[in-house]
């Protein structure tokens, strides 16, 4: 793989030039099928719009089949890099690293096209709308494993600011549970001069804020993990005005089903109180988008040993639980299978407008597809 190390990064540069945000990758879906029949290799397209599978049987014999997953999605984000291959689409930027993904993944497929010695069959999932739409959850709803059935599937993100060429993991749960929220707190308008004739928005929206921290520090256990974050606050017009409303949105992450549970329930519990105390009422919106990401067991120990064939001993399989959140855990509730980050070196961190894929990890995570489809699809031996 490194001696294609240029072309690779080629690949991956002519697509951090288009990003293309959920649902809409029809350029981005276009170039990866382009290179995936190139390679000999069938596309279906379609699924959750923009989706892709390709396919690969081995020469090597029966044996069982696997999905290999790239996401495919960019960000609302104004890229602030100046590099040759920035975004050609202001507001737009790939800083996630699916760029990165998705030539890695191309890599590994057009090896294995060229060396199918391996026993089963391959799927390599292009999926759309990974970030907040969750196109994987679509993928698996419109059917991803009826039309590809599968024993495992497996996934591969980078991850800046841990030495190069780790790979970082963890059994079990992963990747935090995503839930989404919204309340409108509804008062009374009146003269910021005379506070006492309206009922006043902002003040229960501060005491929301507040208290929504209780639900971390004191209705859950020190030993669990959860967080409750405000990201934005929306009221008034001018200096002078109490407002009729205030918005507030944010997020909630967590890792078991009871917590989670928990949480929402103090959350409608505080809302509710914290507003009726200050004489004003509220309009709850509260959405659980992605699950938690949980890696099964097996699975989990069959990347790890993909990964230490590509890169020694560089590995971490205890990696802390990380409270970002990540859709292909919809795959992995519906098919065993495992994920992993791979580092990237010092750099600026990832939904940042100054980030760039590290091109010297391409081969590294091609070379990772590749050994794992060796060891898992390794033919059996005579008897």
């Known amino acids: 793989m490194a001696a294609q190390a240029d072309e690779l ?56 089949a696997i999905g290999l997953r790239a996401d495919m999605d960019a960000l609302d984000i104004h890229e602030a890099t100046n590099l040759p291959w920035r975004s050609d689409t202001p507001g737009k930027m790939h800083a996630c690293g699916h760029d990165g993904h998705m030539t890695m993944l191309l890599a590994a497929a ?12 391959v799927h390599f999932i292009f999926q759309p709308a990974e970030e907040n739409e969750g196109g994987g959850k679509v993928m698996v709803e419109q059917g991803l494993f009826d039309l590809f059935p599968m024993q495992a599937v497996y996934g591969l993100h980078n991850w800046p600011n841990a030495p190069f060429g780790t790979f970082l993991g963890r059994p079990d749960a ?3 549970a995503f839930d989404i929220f919204e309340v409108k707190v509804i008062g009374r308008g009146a003269h910021a001069a005379m506070p006492q004739r309206g009922i006043d928005p902002v003040l229960a929206a501060s005491h929301l804020v507040a ?12 030993q669990e993990a959860v967080v409750v974050t405000v990201t934005q606050i929306h009221g008034g017009d001018t200096w002078n005005v109490i407002p009729d409303e205030v918005l507030l949105r944010g ?24 507003c009726a105390a200050q004489g004003a009422r509220a309009e709850i919106r509260y959405d659980r988008r992605y699950p938690s990401l949980v890696n099964h067991a097996h699975e989990f120990g069959l990347a790890l040993a ?11 399989p205890d990696f802390e639980p990380i409270m970002a959140a990540e859709d292909f855990a919809y795959m992995l509730e519906a098919v065993p299978g495992a994920y992993l980050c791979l580092a990237s070196g010092p750099g600026p961190n990832l939904h940042n407008a100054h980030y760039d894929f590290n091109d010297a ?9 590749v050994n794992l489809v060796s060891d ?7 008897a």
């Open 211 to 222: 208290q929504l921290q209780s639900i971390v520090s004191r209705s859950v256990s020190p």
């Open 9 to 64: 990064a080629g690949w991956r540069h002519t697509l951090h030039a288009m990003p293309e945000t959920a649902f809409e990758e029809t350029r981005t879906g276009a170039f990866v099928a382009q290179k995936l029949e190139s390679f000999g290799l069938p596309v279906h397209r379609g699924l959750a719009g923009t989706g892709l599978v390709a396919t690969l049987t081995g020469k090597a014999g029966e044996g069982p």
């Open 110 to 121: 057009r090896h294995l096209s060229r060396n199918p010695d391996f026993a089963g069959t």
């Open 376 to 382: 898992v699809l390794a033919p059996a031996r005579p």
């Open 361 to 369: 990890l391409l081969p590294v995570g091609a070379s990772y597809w």
């Open 306 to 316: 993909a990964a230490r064939a590509t890169v020694g001993e560089a590995i971490v």
């Open 174 to 176: 992963m990747f935090a």
């Open 251 to 274: 997020t909630v992450r967590s890792f078991s089903r009871e917590v989670r549970d928990l949480a929402e329930t103090r959350f409608r519990a505080i809302v509710e109180g914290v």
